[in-house]
């Protein structure tokens, strides 16, 4: 049985699927590989276009490996936090978009992952929480930093303090995720978020999830020069031409990716 299913569609859509469901999908080191080396290869094959993950069963992931964090000690345990960073760092920088189906629990670095995905869309099964306190431990794998950016330092605070699981109408309201759907439905609306986004041109796609992703930490100041500096680029591109004739001649555009 393989960790991780995979499935390209013509769209050039991979979905990859966690499918451990005798163990909620969590993330031990078998999997942790898998997935950087899933990432690393989507990152270079011309043919993936984008990413959705999900999951198998009644969660989306239920965290890291308990029994591997029952090894850790301060040295192991730094390495453990720093792995499940860079790999999850691989999804977020991939330069494709990349969208989470979160169909079930995701608690813990199974929330982490959610996270690091350009995009979430839950089913109205989904559940998310940042339980490590419950363990004497804190999140490990971006969850106090990806979590605070995106739903605000106090909603943070509250999930990794109480180590409390919300729903998906509450992760709904507070941004965590862009939509909730039926659980039926989660993977073909998944899949139709994503090829909306691949109808627009690829280089001014990824030029927002760069300048978003390396802006937020910026001064305005500089952040406004990178934005203005990655506009420049694109108005550069055939893309551009492309578009705006399209635009005024009342026609889809067909982009390219030049």
């Not at 990152?43 to 198998?56: S, W």
């Not at 500089?222 to 001649?249: M, Q, R, S």
Request: with cysteine; glycine share 10%; proline share 2%.
């Amino acid at each position: 049985m393989n960790l991780i299913e995979q499935d390209l569609d013509k769209d050039g859509i991979l979905t990859l699927t966690l499918n451990r469901p005798e163990k909620l999908n969590a993330l031990s080191t078998e999997v942790l590989n898998a997935l950087q080396e899933l990432f690393s290869a989507a990152k270079t094959n011309p043919k993936v276009k984008a990413l959705m993950i999900t999951g198998e069963g009644k969660a989306f992931c239920a965290g890291a490996d308990i029994n591997r964090l029952a090894e850790c000690t301060a040295q192991t345990g730094y390495d453990f936090a720093c792995y499940g960073q860079e790999v999850f760092r691989a999804l977020e920088t991939l330069g494709k978009p990349s969208l989470a189906a979160v169909n079930g629990f995701a608690f813990g670095g199974g929330c982490e992952l959610a996270i690091s995905a350009t995009l979430r869309m839950a089913s109205d099964k989904a559940m998310f929480g940042q339980p490590e306190v419950k363990l004497g431990v804190i999140p490990g794998y971006g969850g106090t930093q990806r979590l605070a950016r995106l739903v605000g330092k106090g909603r943070a605070l509250d999930l990794c303090l109480t180590g409390r699981f919300i729903d998906a109408a509450t992760a709904l309201n507070w941004g965590l995720v862009s939509d909730v759907v039926n659980l039926e439905d989660l993977l073909d609306q998944g899949k139709a978020k994503l090829k909306v986004i691949l109808g627009m041109a690829p280089l001014a796609i990824a030029g927002v999830m760069e300048v978003i992703d390396h802006g937020y930490d910026l001064s305005l100041t500089d952040a406004l020069h990178l934005e203005a500096v990655h506009f420049a680029k694109v108005c550069a591109t055939e893309d551009k031409k492309e578009g705006v004739a399209a635009f005024l001649e009342k026609r889809s555009a067909e982009f390219k990716g030049i």
